[in-house]
C-alpha cells in the first residue's frame, strides 16, 4: 500500500509538472521537431540530387559534366539544374519550416493570428516601397533558376566578373573567380550574364608567322598538327568539331595572322586552346616555320 502512494505522489507530481509547463514543453518540442525536420528533408533532398547527377554521369561513363557525350547538352545542364534547385530548395525548406514552427509557436503563446497577419500584411505593404531591391533580388533569381540560365558549377562571366558559379540563392549569388576571390552578387543587380557551360564551347587560335612564307604550307602544316591533336585519348572527348581555318585574319608588315576554329564540349575552349598552341609550336619548329615571336628585332629594339 505504501509502495502506491509513492507511484501516486509522483505520478501527481509529474501531471502537475506537464500542466505547469505545458507551453515551454510544447514550445521546446515544436523547435525539436523543426529542426529534425529541416535536417531530414535537406538531407533527402540532397540524396536524390545527389543519385540523380551520379546516375546521369554514370550512364554517360564521365568524371566531370562537361565530357558528357552523348545528349551533351541535356545531360549536362540536366546535371546542372538539378544541383541548382537543390540548392534552392534547401533554402526553400528552411524558411517554410521556420514560419511554420513560427506560427505554431505563437498559437501556443495564445498570439491573435489573424491579428498578427493582418498587421504584418500592413507592414509588408509599407515595407515594400523601401524593399523594391530585395523583391527585385528574389523575383529574378527565380527566374533566373527556372529559366537556366545559369548553374551550379557553371562558368559565368557577369558584368567584370568571371568565375565558377558555387551557389545561386534566393538573393544573392555566389561566383567563385579563377583567382579564388568569392564574389556575392546580387540577383537584381544581374542584367547581363555570359554562361560558358551551355551549349557548346569554341577554341580560337591565331597564329602569327613571318608573312614571308607560303602561307598555303603553313596553313596545311597547322590543320594536320591540329586533327592529329585532336585525335588523341586526351583531347578526343573534347571536341564535336573537326578544326577549321578561316584564313588570313590580318597582316601587318613582316607579320601575318592565321586564325583556326573548332568547337568544342562546353568549358572545353580553353584546354583545347593552349594545347593547340603547344601542339603548333612543336611542329612549326619540326617545318621551319619562322613565328612572329622569333623574328628579328628592327633596329633600335622595337617590336
Not at 502512494?5 to 514543453?25: C, I, K, R, S
Not at 549536362?76 to 519550416?97: E, M, N, P, S
Not at 557551360?197 to 614571308?212: E, H, L, N, Y
Not at 568549358?267 to 611542329?283: C, D, F, M, P, S
Request: hydrophobic share 45%; charged share 20%; net charge neutral.
Amino acid at each position: 500500500m505504501e509502495g502506491d502512494g509513492v507511484e501516486e505522489a509522483v505520478g501527481n507530481a509529474f501531471h502537475d509538472f506537464l500542466t505547469t509547463y505545458q507551453v515551454p514543453l510544447t514550445i521546446a518540442l515544436i523547435v525539436i521537431v523543426a529542426v529534425l525536420l529541416n535536417w531530414l528533408l535537406r538531407k533527402l533532398l540532397m540524396r536524390t540530387v545527389t543519385h540523380v547527377v551520379r546516375g546521369v554521369k554514370k550512364a554517360q561513363d564521365v568524371d566531370t559534366t562537361s565530357e558528357m557525350r552523348a545528349a551533351p547538352y541535356v545531360s549536362a545542364r540536366a546535371v546542372q539544374r538539378t544541383r541548382t534547385l537543390g540548392t534552392v530548395g534547401r533554402a526553400v525548406i528552411t524558411w517554410a519550416i521556420v514560419v511554420i514552427a513560427l506560427i505554431l509557436i505563437l498559437s501556443q503563446l495564445n498570439v491573435d493570428l489573424g491579428a498578427l497577419l493582418t498587421s504584418a500584411g500592413i507592414v509588408a505593404a509599407g515595407l515594400a516601397f523601401g524593399a523594391q531591391n530585395i523583391v527585385k533580388d528574389i523575383l529574378n533569381g527565380v527566374f533566373m533558376v527556372f529559366e537556366d540560365q545559369l548553374g551550379v558549377g557553371d562558368v559565368v562571366t557577369i558584368g567584370t566578373v568571371s568565375g565558377t558559379v558555387e551557389d545561386v540563392g534566393i538573393r544573392v549569388t555566389q561566383v567563385r573567380a579563377i583567382d579564388g576571390t568569392l564574389w556575392f552578387i546580387r540577383n537584381g543587380e544581374i542584367l547581363t550574364l555570359g554562361n560558358a557551360s551551355q551549349g557548346w564551347g569554341q577554341a580560337v587560335i591565331d597564329v602569327t608567322v613571318d608573312a614571308r612564307q607560303d602561307l598555303a604550307r603553313v596553313t596545311e602544316v597547322t590543320l594536320d598538327a591540329a586533327k592529329e591533336l585532336l585525335r588523341s585519348e586526351r583531347y578526343a572527348r573534347k571536341v564535336t568539331g573537326s578544326p577549321e581555318l578561316l584564313g588570313l585574319e590580318s597582316i601587318y608588315g613582316d607579320r601575318a595572322t592565321l586564325r583556326l576554329t573548332v568547337r568544342t564540349r562546353p568549358e572545353a575552349q580553353w584546354e583545347v586552346q593552349r594545347g593547340i598552341r603547344a601542339e603548333l609550336r612543336r611542329k612549326f619548329r619540326e617545318n621551319d616555320i619562322t613565328l612572329a615571336d622569333e623574328l628579328p628585332k628592327p633596329p633600335g629594339g622595337a617590336a
